[in-house]
């Protein structure tokens, strides 16, 4: 027991170390202000931002828009006479939460979002990378096909089975157009013409530490091989932003194991604020929609063959987050 507890005494010097290195790296002597100087003016403006928003009210989409984005999607030929499909997604769900997505993507978030029109008609693949710790990129990504592409496009995301299965929540992920990320899922939703959202990184993306931000994991093959057999384009997708909503010092395993969850990221924050400081901050974010990409070949082609397609999307993805960090003024703004 006491051994364990050193241990864990350690891991936290360890992660504060890190974090320090951090800092010492942003404060270097090139940097014309210290990083408090720059958080604040960040903040500051962005919290300005924020609030001419909120006064203005110009961050709502009129009602009669908000019905016609409905009505197209009430048109899907997936959806049976109650007005849900085969995986339970409901558009009167979407509707019902519309202004809250509206205010996480245009208030909280600020996303600016680049060529939502590339994502196609039809059954597609939308390949992302992952990060900060909870899958509100995600949500950024599908609120950016409803509200900024026309006609609008409900993107079904593949997602942990941790989330589906949760009591309550597992249902409302279902109602939103969250699939369980199972192969026969995808394929089922590719074969009805959906768009498909999938983050190859996985739980390994979301909950990678602060000190690896931008730096994607591997990407799993799964996804390539189901576009193959679908002849699905793929849209890569970059978001930037989110690996700085919320500072992972280091992913805490054995607790997360021990409560079923894929990753459990400890913060700078939680020791004072709990399950609170999980919530992300205001930083700015930016979605880049690459151009859809066509692969021929054989979905049972050798690992290898099948890798290289696969680095061409993760490469097009890399590209599109670099353009991203080029044209960002601060993680806030």
């Not at 021929?296 to 290289?308: K, L």
Request: glycine share 8%; aromatic share 10%; hydrophobic share 45%.
């Amino acid at each position: 027991m006491a051994s364990s507890l050193f241990d864990h005494v350690l891991r936290w010097q360890a992660a504060g170390e890190n974090l320090v290195g951090q800092l010492q790296h942003w404060v270097a002597p090139e940097q014309r202000k210290s990083l408090l100087d720059r958080a604040t003016a960040e903040l500051t403006e962005a919290g300005q931002e924020m609030a001419s928003l909120l006064i203005s009210g110009s961050w709502r989409t009129p009602p009669e828009e908000i019905e016609r984005r409905f009505q197209i999607l009430m048109q899907s030929k997936n959806l049976s006479e109650y007005g849900v499909d085969a995986f339970g997604f409901s558009p009167h769900t979407i509707k019902g939460v519309i202004p809250y997505l509206e205010f996480l993507h245009k208030v909280w978030f600020r996303a600016e979002v680049h060529d939502a029109q590339r994502v196609p008609d039809g059954r597609c693949l939308v390949i992302a990378n992952h990060s900060g710790q909870l899958p509100f990129d995600g949500a950024v990504i599908g609120t950016s096909l409803l509200i900024n592409r026309d006609p609008p496009r409900m993107v079904r995301s593949m997602v942990e089975k941790f989330a589906t299965a949760a009591p309550f929540f597992g249902t409302f992920c279902n109602r939103c157009g969250q699939v369980t990320g199972l192969p026969d899922n995808c394929r089922r939703l590719l074969e009805a013409e959906e768009a498909v959202l999938v983050f190859p990184e996985g739980a390994r993306g979301i909950s990678k530490p602060f000190r690896e931000r931008y730096r994607m994991t591997g990407f799993g093959q799964g996804f390539m091989r189901l576009a193959l057999e679908a002849k699905a384009p793929i849209v890569p997708v970059a978001v930037v932003g989110a690996e700085e909503q919320t500072i992972n010092l280091f992913d805490f395993k054995a607790l997360a194991s021990l409560l079923g969850m894929p990753a459990l990221p400890i913060t700078p924050l939680m020791p004072l604020l709990g399950p609170l400081a999980m919530l992300p901050a205001p930083v700015k974010y930016r979605v880049y929609f690459g151009e859809p990409m066509h692969f021929d070949g054989d979905a049972n082609d050798d690992d290898t063959v099948v890798a290289a397609k696969v680095a061409e999307v993760k490469q097009a993805v890399q590209c599109l987050i670099d353009r991203g960090l080029a044209e960002r003024k601060g993680f806030f703004v």
